[in-house]
């Protein structure tokens, strides 16, 4: 089954509001048409999706490319794959030069039954800037033989009580009977002695820990990349409440699945 998105994509150029006439020269394209498969059951045999999209006009266009996510949206599942209009059949194009733009989406082997989101994206440039539209987000009813499963926590190693102003660490075990690469996001919530929430400038309540070994821009403390003991720190700034502070772990997988709960009390002195 094929999903058809109809998309018009009408120019906004000028700042002068006055202006009755569009410049024709700086409009950049319109969206014909957009065919991506609403469904797919995989195998070995079958283990491709076809993708394409038609535009009106390419002079601005750099690249159409056609990108896969988990349905939370929070991780892409395979790298970008671009639509060309070269009339090969690597990219499944069936004519050259005609403004429809092809490409193949090859799934793997272990990627679990699921809902996944297909999103086409059109860089292309205007007054001399690289801009990106999103021209369809597609959600795939996805079938394989894997069968998703919900991801374990386990192993906590914290300390029991830590002092201000210096950094502690702490580490979890994470298990997935689908692989780490199913694992989406590793976090911890914090709570106050009052049992208040930390939420912080952000907003942000749920702090990642790391699973990316010790050369790392996160500084998360972690010890060995990729072995599923994921990692962070932590320094309590002088001004907090001392007492018993409350920590909860969690992992979620790609599917939305979240993993058991493990509590640790920290005594900040
Ligand atoms: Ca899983
Ligand atoms: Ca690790």
Redesign the pocket.
Known sequence: MLSFVFAIILLQSCDDVSDEIVNAESSKFNVIEVNVPTSFIYSANNNSIAVTAKIDNNSFVEKIEAYVYNELKSNQIIDPVELKDDGSSTSGDNAKNDLTYSGIINFNSEM?SSDYIIEIVIVYTQFGEQLSDIISQTKLDYSSGVQ????VISNLVIPSSVTFSSAFKFSVKVE????LT??DKVWYELFRPNGTQVQNSQGITKFDLYDDGPSSASNSGDLVSNDGVYTSQLTFPSGQPTGEWRMEFFAR???G?VSNKIEAKVNLQ
């Open positions: 679990v998703n499963v919900t991801p997935d009977q689908n692989g199913d694992i997988d790609l599917s699945e």
